[in-house]
């Protein structure tokens, strides 16, 4: 293939919450008739890139869907790609964001020297903390740390930069990430706790928005009734018609590069036809699906 025809590209690999859609003890309608009707669409909150032009890739975030989404990183690739891909990013210590790391030990995988990158909180937790120590010490995977918004090079046509944001930090801290292709640029965040809370560490997600083409956002819960006020309060998140309010008066080209992403089982966004979807949609605001794709 000629150089000029190949491209560096993103590819969504899943757009559901930690725990997935069904939700395990789940007895409500959003996810009964998943029980036994699964929709393969519906894996845990993930995205890769892959650069045809210097044959690689890359994984932001190992969930516990991992096996699938790598088999999909690698049959997507165009290109003679290793199941294990050249880097794998993580943004936090919450329980589907990082322990499809488990599927490179001996007891699955046993990868060799996987290539892991880590803010210093998440290398010190993987370090400190069984099993995930065992992985180091058997070389299954090697630790890269990343200082925020310092920028990494990972090819001539992939440039990486992680920003601290707000979240449950219980463990680790919590990045999103900034990608940048050669022709675009990408803002991932799957996780924050509210977008105001962001400005008070001189943040302003509006004027971020303004520097990327494409911003996949937090949209874990589209409202309240969701899972009530008791509950939000132990998991905070920007609501959808919170976001959609802060962005109302965006212009339309920029309300466009906006993908909202990370559902909730209970979600209605997760429902192609939902009147929530719709209302989204007519707003001027896009809604990520698993094995979209978007050149870079």
């Given amino acids: 293939m000629d150089i000029n025809n190949k491209s560096v590209s993103l590819i969504i690999l899943g757009t559901v919450q930690d725990a997935g859609s069904p939700h395990i003890g789940c007895t409500k309608e959003c996810c009964r008739d998943l029980f036994k009707n699964p929709d393969n669409s519906r894996k845990i909150v993930s995205i890769g890139i892959i650069d045809e032009i210097n044959s690689k890739t890359y994984l932001f975030d190992a969930t516990p869907d991992i096996t699938f989404q790598l088999q999909i990183l690698q049959s997507k690739s165009g290109f003679n790609s290793k199941i294990v891909p050249d880097g794998i990013f993580l943004t936090h210590a919450h329980i589907g964001h990082y322990t499809g790391l488990m599927y490179l030990g001996r007891e699955a995988l046993n990868a060799k020297n996987a290539e892991v990158f880590v803010m210093p909180r998440m290398k010190q937790f993987l ?96 409202d309240e009734n969701e899972i009530g006020n008791s509950g939000m309060k132990e998991i905070p998140h920007p609501f959808v018609f919170e976001s959609m309010e802060l962005f109302k008066d965006l212009p339309e080209v920029e309300k466009a590069k906006i993908h909202f992403i990370h559902f909730n089982h209970t979600n209605p966004l997760l429902n192609p036809e939902s009147i929530q979807t719709l209302n989204v949609i007519e707003n001027g605001f896009n809604i990520a699906r698993a094995d979209q794709v978007f050149v870079l």
Avoid at 133 to 151: A, F, M
Avoid at 166 to 193: C, M, N, Q
């Fill in 127 to 222: 370090e400190s903390n069984s099993p995930w120590d065992q992985l180091i010490g058997l070389k299954n995977i090697n630790l890269n740390l990343l200082s925020n918004e310092i920028s990494v090079e990972l090819t001539d046509s992939i440039k990486v930069t992680p920003v601290l944001v707000p979240h449950r930090d219980e463990f680790s801290e919590t990045a999103g990430y900034k990608i940048e292709g050669p022709l675009k640029k990408v803002l991932f965040i799957p996780d924050i706790d509210k977008w105001d809370k962001w400005s008070k560490w001189n943040k302003n997600i509006i004027k971020e928005i303004e520097h990327v083409d494409y911003a996949f956002l937090d949209a874990t819960f589209f």
